[in-house]
């Protein structure tokens, strides 16, 4: 009888390390697939669940030695229960679920092949080995999920290497065939993605494009969108090169091989990963580095100072400064969006857009210098600029609680970003204004230096600061006490549904909410 105990706590065991392996892949997914960033995770996240862990083993364990197997098996159903009800809320909760991708089947698949596999050993062989090895099995299994998660990812690794070669080469050769299409790669610290959208919707008056969309900026997601994309009419691909680490541009580049490129700006960005500035430099000009060898022209903001000490002849330069080959000048703001004058090689238009910020005047800039220089004329550009449309979760400008109204820029994780965003908030007179923000990320040892600079910003012109995860806001919170903000009027809570919860409270028609930078789960704390 005992044996059908122990088989049963071990199927009870499997179960629930599968549905807790649901929250381990979401944080490695999140976390790029990068075992050494997952383990990061675990090591600064995991501590308390391994406390709770050891509690349940050791009452198994009693349950087990007292030879009470059918209440040991009855409480690993109800733990089981427990994990399962567990799982759920926490992606019903997550701001980033987990995405059931195709790798994360295979991941998911392969866990449950080592576990059935295992669970099979352990019944052919309970008896010699002891029911307390198995109980120790059910402790692996069901809890220390960690462990069969990096199992998992070394045992689907080559088979993954193998899907990605498949992959790459088949884009490769899709490019390789389609004549006359002309690549642009645009890379930077931050504005990439907005200088993306912006350039498609301008080319778009004159050819037919094709872009990575959303944040696909990866070898893979670049790879899928030149797959599933690219097509006989295609005439300007437009891709978003991402990079962590040296190389990362370098290996986008010898899959597309771009004809022009862009580069919007070099700053503290992944200083985890890239160690220093110049690393970071390095890595961007890896993308100048491929369309010098086409013999093709390359595009770089002459407002980032990293750029301009660094760079010689050779480079189309874009800006807001009048020296600059193309620039825009008389710059207003307004709850609307933004009104300038965009000179484009000396040729002036009046242009007005919906979006904000003097950052996203540079990517306009940007944007239209390449246009220009492709033969969309001035007239297209003016029209396509006053029909663009705020990038989702980049101040987008949005109706809130109680009539309220937010400025969405969810997705901006730069430094002077952020501090531009505040500014923003700052230029709507009369009314009550209110930050969310966890604040910046990846920034290694400028990490505190950054987050204190955006806590003054925020003291400077807002009237409510919520900020997000009591750890990671400490230089926010220090700074804006420095300033001499009112006490009462910092709030610091675990979540964003939290925020939103105080800003209910207090927002009406006259309210103002910065949403600023949301952060994946694997970083709130």
Known sequence: MDFIFIILSLIFAAVGGIFSLTRQLQMLQQNSYFPSRYWGWVRD???????????????????????????????????????????????????????FTGRIKRLFGSAVIILALLIIFFSLFSKTLGGEICLVFCFMASIVTP????????????????????????????????????????TGSY????????????????FNVVCTPQSFNTPMGVVRTVRE???????????????????????????VHPDLGIITSVGPQHLETFKTIDN?????????????????????????????????????????????????ENITYSASGSTFDLVLKGERIKVTTRLLGLHSVTDIVAAAAVAYTLGVGAEDIKYAVSSLKPTEHRLELKSFINGSLMIDD?????PEGCLEAVRVLGSFEGMKKVIITPGLIELGAK????????????????DIIILVGKNRSKPMYEAAIQSGFDKEKIYIVSSFKEAVEVVSELADTATVTLVENDLPDNYLN
Request: charged share 25%; hydrophobic share 40%.
């Open 45 to 99: 996240s995991y501590s308390v669940t391994l406390c709770i862990t050891a509690i349940l083993f050791c009452v198994s364990s009693l349950l087990y030695s007292s030879g009470r197997y059918l209440v040991q098996a009855i409480f690993l159903a109800f733990v089981l229960g427990v994990r399962i009800s567990l799982c759920l809320r926490t992606q019903k909760k997550s701001i980033k679920p987990l995405v």
């Open 147 to 186: 462990i069969l998660t990096f199992v998992c990812w070394a045992v689907t690794l080559p088979i993954e290497k193998a899907f990605a070669r498949y992959y790459i080469n088949d884009a490769k050769k899709i490019l390789k065939n389609k004549s006359g299409l002309k690549v642009i790669g645009i």
């Open 191 to 206: 504005g990439k993605t907005t200088t993306k959208f912006i350039l498609t919707r301008i080319l778009s008056e004159k």
């Open 229 to 255: 994309s690219i097509t006989a009419p295609t005439e300007v691909f437009v891709c978003e090169m991402g990079a962590k680490n040296i190389g990362d541009i370098k290996e986008i580049c010898d899959i």
């Open 280 to 328: 970071v430099y390095k890595t961007k000009f890896e993308l100048a580095d491929a369309v010098k060898q086409k013999n093709g022209e390359v595009f770089i903001n002459g407002d980032s100072p990293a750029i301009r000490k660094r760079i010689k002849g050779g480079y189309r330069v874009y800006g807001c400064d009048g020296d600059c080959e193309f620039y825009a």
């Open 410 to 414: 969810a997705y901006n994780a730069n």
């Open 447 to 462: 990490e505190y230096e950054c987050n204190f600079a955006l806590g003054l910003e925020a003291a400077k012109y807002c």
